[in-house]
């Protein structure tokens, strides 16, 4: 059972009172990232810091959690902490001005979505191929091991049909 979503939060009051919001949110909350965990235990942290930049609400949005997630060569769980920082700007169009190095947050400045933008830098921050690392153990399932017996014909048995290439190249 999923819980209440919280406020929406008013970006324009939090950056003149340049104020800090944290939060904690369930990752089994986060639906878009439900299919990439191995189970949906864990807790995201977040912090949102408010400022203002050229008369633009603005915010450093830091994230970290510890997910369990789903090694590609074993397919077996391993815990990773993801952690993600960025600079956001809150306009109320794509096409506003925002100050350099920050990312822009379309949308209305006075019902920013906390959760929303927590997931997706949980998303941001996920690594590419996810494998257990060194000193790690990787246990592979028994039914990827090939004994000899299950190899098929002998390597200078097998059918090859290239083999004949090297030779018309040759001329």
Do not use: N, W
């Not at 235990?41 to 369990?68: K, M, N, W, Y």
């Not at 815990?79 to 700007?89: D, F, I, N, V």
């Not at 990312?103 to 933008?117: Q, T, Y």
């Not at 690392?133 to 048995?157: F, K, N, T």
Request: include cysteine.
């Amino acid at each position: 059972m999923s819980r209440a979503p919280d406020p929406p939060l008013d970006a324009l009051d939090l950056a003149v009172a340049s104020a800090t919001v944290e939060r904690r949110f369930r990752l089994a909350d986060f639906a878009r990232l439900a299919d990439r965990l191995a189970t949906p235990e864990g807790v995201a942290r977040a912090q949102l810091a408010f400022a203002s930049a050229g008369g633009v609400p603005t915010g450093e949005l830091r994230v970290q959690a510890e997910a369990v997630l789903v090694c590609q060569r074993c397919l077996g769980p391993l815990r990773r902490t993801l952690e993600s920082s960025s600079q956001l700007a809150f306009v109320p169009r794509e096409d506003t001005a925002v100050p350099a190095d920050y990312e822009a947050i379309a949308g209305d400045p006075e019902r920013i979505d906390l959760a929303a933008l927590v997931e997706d830098e949980l998303l941001l921050s996920l690594p590419l191929i996810v494998t257990h690392g060194p000193g790690e153990e990787c246990r592979l399932p028994a039914s990827s091991v090939i004994s000899d017996a299950d190899a098929g014909p002998r390597a200078q048995d097998r059918l090859r049909p290239f083999a004949g290439l090297r030779d018309l190249l040759k001329h």
